[in-house]
T-cell receptor, first 112, second 114 residues
Framework: SQKIEQNSEALNIQEGKTATLTCNYT??????LQWYRQDPGRGPVFLLL?????KEKRKERLKVTFDTTLKQSLFHITASQPADSATYLC???????????FGSGTQLTVLP | DGGITQSPKYLFRKEGQNVTLSCEQN?????MYWYRQDPGQGLRLIYY???????QKGDIAEGYSVSREKKESFPLTVTSAQKNPTAFYLC?????????????FGDGTRLSIL
């Protein structure tokens, strides 16, 4: 069956360091992958989308990579700040168009 | 500002009771979705609708029902048949168009059992 795993439930890092979050998937061949941020008690907010033919995508301090051979996406936040503390979700396209399957998320805490 | 409004923010259900969660969007989006989120789990798809008067079951539709009578509205009813309804419910939408579009989410309704 199709499966998405995000590396760990929680990740703590020191302010100013780079946070790296992992999303691994099996039994998928997604054409694209998305990353979302979710704050407590709020809905997810879209951050980045990367297509299968793109190796890397950047937006300000955010960087996403997509390795379809390894079936893995890495999400990086450089120069992390306490305001980056949140849960980050990866989502993959399903075989049915316009539907996503979400990972369980990684809770990131940036310590001042 | 355009967006998705979910109401109420918190909802309590008694045993044997049906409750309806509201989702309204003014983004002129065509497709709408309902997800359930439990602690430590990803979002699970309950129902989705691509156009008005049409909707399909997602992965966990049992015990839920929806309607899509208007483009901007996609209410979810949690019926008494749903034996474990306590969860955080999220509504999302995407626009029509070629290419892949990110989903826009509301801020959720937290449902609890009395």
């Amino acid at each position: 069956s199709q499966k998405i795993e995000q590396n760990s439930e929680a990740l703590n890092i020191q302010e100013g360091k780079t946070a790296t979050l992992t999303c691994n998937y099996t039994n998928y061949s997604p054409a694209y992958l998305q990353w979302y941020r979710q704050d407590p008690g709020r809905g997810p907010v879209f951050l980045l989308l990367i297509r299968e033919n793109e190796k890397e995508k950047r937006k300000e301090r955010l960087k996403v990579t997509f390795d379809t051979t390894l079936k893995q996406s890495l999400f990086h936040i450089t120069a992390s700040q306490p305001a980056d503390s949140a849960t980050y979700l990866c989502a993959l396209e399903r075989s049915s168009a316009r539907q996503l399957t979400f990972g369980s998320g990684t809770q990131l805490t940036v310590l001042p | 500002d355009g967006g998705i409004t979910q109401s109420p923010k918190y909802l309590f259900r008694k045993e044997g009771q049906n409750v309806t969660l509201s989702c309204e969007q003014n983004l002129n989006h065509d497709a709408m979705y309902w997800y359930r989120q439990d602690p430590g789990q990803g979002l699970r798809l309950i129902y989705y609708s691509q156009i008005v008067n049409d909707f399909q079951k997602g992965d966990i539709a049992e015990g839920y029902s929806v309607s899509r009578e208007k483009k901007e509205s996609f209410p979810l009813t949690v019926t008494s048949a749903q034996k474990n309804p306590t969860a955080f419910y999220l509504c999302a939408s995407i626009p029509r168009g070629e290419g892949r579009q990110p989903q826009h989410f509301g801020d959720g309704t937290r449902l609890s059992i009395l």
